[in-house]
């Protein structure tokens, strides 16, 4: 695989993961008091989306290529549907879990995405499967808080 290539793909994860680190904060300005248990666990996945976004990051800096910046064009819509659900809702737990569900449905669909991609270096692979794996278990967290709602 061409160096341009694998760059492209890296950078299309890190713009996902940029997108998610702006979904929680927008997740988290939005929920009501009384919700610090979301809150925690919406402050441990940005965490987590920056710590993804550096292991990319240095395998671009690695290839001589720059690091995109900003969010994706579909995390822009993400992020007005969410405050669109928001306005309606009142923004109730349900209603911010639904949205971030939904945004972690994008990332999954994003890294599937980059796993189609022929000819990624073996390491490459590796590296953007064990973070799709690390994503998928934070998306299931987020279900099951969701189912959990009434």
Known sequence: ???????EVLN???????????GYQKAKEELKDGND??????TSMIAESHALKMALATEVTASGEEVEEGTTN???IYRAWM???????????????????????AAQ???????????????????????KATLRASHDKIKALRDAQA
């Open 1 to 7: 695989m061409e160096t341009k290539e694998k760059t």
């Open 12 to 22: 299309d994860l890190i713009l996902i993961n940029n997108d998610r680190i702006e």
């Open 37 to 42: 248990d979301l809150k925690e666990l919406f």
């Open 74 to 76: 579909s995390g822009k």
């Open 83 to 105: 405050d669109v659900k928001a306005a309606f809702s009142g923004a109730d737990r349900k209603a911010v879990l639904e949205s971030c569900e939904f945004g972690e449905d």
């Open 109 to 131: 669909k994003a890294y599937q995405m980059a796993l189609k991609e022929e000819d990624l270096p073996a390491h490459v692979r590796s590296l953007i499967s064990e973070q």
